[in-house]
T-cell receptor, first 113, second 114 residues
Framework: ETAVFQTPNYHVTQVGNEVSFNCKQT?????MYWYKQDSKKLLKIMFS???????VNETVPRRFSPQSSDKAHLNLRIKSVEPEDSAVYLC????????????FGEGSRLIVV | TQTVSQSDAHVTVFEGDSVELRCNYS??????LSWYIQHHGRGLQFLLK??????VVQGVNGFKAEFSKSDSSFHLRKASVHWSDSAVYFC????????????FGSGTQLTVMP
């Protein structure tokens, strides 16, 4: 049963446009994440957000930024998309950083043309 | 820094066969290990995890994994697979202290033939 909800699940846009993906979790977790999954299924952590503390993977380009209104929401904004941003973006949540059980959403597929 | 490798990109078996999906890690300290499954077009779902205690951990749907410190491994096994087990399986590691990242392996595509 899905408890991490992502919208939209699919988005096509042109190079240079701005895109936002929304994520909401109903599990009462205090930590949320964004992962990027490329066409080879490789997963790369992008951000973690816990108690208003943001941790950023230093390899993530600056055009990506997370936005959180409360601990149940963590959105992902891409300011000016590039072709290499085409991927599936997966949102996840957990209880704290110390555990390793992540609950994932169904993913948001981005296609940049 | 912890790393994880899954040596088999693809594994194909027949329904009813047993299967082992391999996972090796490198890290000098205490570590969390887990397995996740991703069906086509879906998000990842947690299968099982190990931190300490009994090195054999049971997961959902008949999956189990065995931790071996000497081999630096955490292989996933199932005695009799079903066609619905066809999916990509990810091994993941996290250092028990000082790390916020859950690092995923490259995944193994399991295909179960009827």
């Amino acid at each position: 049963e899905t408890a991490v909800f992502q919208t939209p699940n699919y988005h096509v846009t042109q190079v240079g446009n701005e895109v936002s993906f929304n994520c909401k979790q109903t599990l009462g977790h205090d930590t949320m994440y964004w992962y990027k999954q490329d066409s080879k299924k490789l997963l790369k952590i992008m951000f973690s957000y816990n108690n208003k503390q943001l941790i950023v993977n230093e390899t993530v380009p600056r055009r990506f930024s997370p936005q959180s209104s409360d601990k149940a929401h963590l959105n992902l904004r891409i300011k000016s998309v590039e072709p290499e941003d085409s991927a599936v973006y997966l949102c996840a949540s957990s209880s704290g950083h110390s555990g390793n059980t992540l609950y994932f959403g169904e993913g948001s597929r981005l296609i940049v043309v | 820094t912890q790393t994880v490798s899954q040596s088999d990109a693809h594994v194909t078996v027949f329904e009813g066969d047993s299967v082992e999906l391999r996972c090796n890690y490198s890290y000098g300290g205490s570590i969390y290990l887990s397995w996740y499954i991703q069906h086509h077009g879906r998000g990842l779902q947690f299968l099982l995890k190990y931190y300490s205690g009994n090195p054999v951990v049971q997961g959902v749907n008949g999956f189990k994994a065995e931790f071996s410190k000497s081999d630096s491994s955490f292989h996933l096994r199932k005695a009799s697979v079903h066609w619905s087990d066809s999916a990509v399986y990810f091994c993941a590691v996290r250092a028990s202290s000082g790390s916020w990242q859950l690092i995923f392996g490259s995944g193994t595509q399991l295909t179960v033939m009827p």
